[in-house]
């Protein structure tokens, strides 16, 4: 084990946090580490809703770029930042114990939600079920890393803004103002690390397979086929969560419009052993009902 596997991270508090995570199980299992980290364009542009900048791939495409260089040999991400078609030569190796999946709601103060209100948000998938939850509130742009939206709240007018939970729970900033939005549907591989590495590089590969959780490798990948399925290259409000129940798997998805008024869901119960094609099968299914109707109209929306 004398070569020093090379870490490539986004240098957010959080994205550091994850990089520092694999590099402490790396290190356990006797590896030589070195974390690098650079910034990506999601990161520079904070002025620009994700949407805009083309969000396929805006968090990863540095570190790939990086990795096919030589520059780091794996790379640490939030699942959910990930494109569900991997770059030619790069290759999941490894999506660790998954964390919470929820969105919850951080408060200032107190708030009365029957009234109108304005929320933040940089997600499409929340401001869409947020709207269809609650069509009396405004939902207002937010970009930045975890701790400049949550100050971001602190320095405007805004009632609320919307933060997956695992995200403030690993570096120890959730707030005491906050409800956990169980109505919600998370995003496809909310709260899930993932570590990516090249093809050809056996030794990486090897090393981060043995970090793998398969019950959430198994999870997330239905959530990731249902989204691939769905989205068809097309950004749009999805949500979706597996879990692993017995023998079973319970499935629950949806689709939203824009503007959160129209909403197609779906909610099966699979058996484990059909969990590699049940994403797809389960996309498939919603299409019919009506997906692909709506999903047409976000196209023309976005003008894609």
């Known amino acids: 084990m004398n070569k020093v596997i090379k ?27 070195k974390i690098v980290s650079v910034k990506s364009q999601g990161d520079l542009k904070l002025d620009t809703p994700l949407y805009e900048l083309g969000i396929t791939g805006v968090f990863t495409k540095i570190l790939d770029v990086a990795m096919l260089n030589n520059t780091v040999d794996i790379a640490v991400h939030s699942l959910k930042d990930v494109p569900t078609a991997l770059p030619k030569g790069i290759v999941q190796g490894a999506v660790l114990n998954r964390a919470s999946t929820q969105d919850i709601l951080v408060t200032k103060q107190a708030i009365d939600l029957s009234k109108p209100c304005t929320i933040a948000t940089g997600s499409l998938r929340r401001k869409a079920q947020w709207l269809h939850q609650y069509p009396n509130h405004t939902v207002v742009n937010l970009r930045g ?24 729970e690993r570096i120890k900033v959730l707030p005491k103002n906050y409800t956990n939005l169980y109505w919600m549907t998370p995003a496809p591989a909310q709260g899930a690390m ?10 990486c590969l090897q090393a981060i397979e043995k970090l793998n959780h398969a019950p959430s ?80 109209e976000i196209k023309e929306r976005m003008n894609l």
């Open 7 to 33: 870490i490539g991270t986004r240098d957010s508090q959080l994205a550091l946090w994850q990089a520092h995570t694999v590099q402490d199980k790396l290190q356990a299992l006797g590896y030589s580490t």
């Open 145 to 168: 890393n975890v701790n400049t939206r949550l100050q971001k709240l602190q320095d405007n007018p805004w009632q609320g803004a919307i933060f997956a939970k695992a995200g403030l």
């Open 194 to 203: 993932v570590v990516v590495g090249l093809q050809d590089d056996l030794f």
């Open 217 to 296: 490798q198994i999870c997330t990948q239905i959530e990731r086929d249902f989204l691939r399925t769905l989205e068809g290259g097309c950004t749009a409000p999805i949500g979706a969560l597996a879990k692993i129940e017995g023998d079973t798997i319970q499935f629950v998805g949806s689709l939203f419009s824009l503007d959160g008024t129209k909403k197609v869901a779906i909610e099966k119960t699979i058996s484990l052993h059909l969990a590699s094609t049940a994403g797809e099968a389960i996309a498939k299914e919603l299409l019919q009902r009506g997906a692909d109707v709506l999903l047409k």
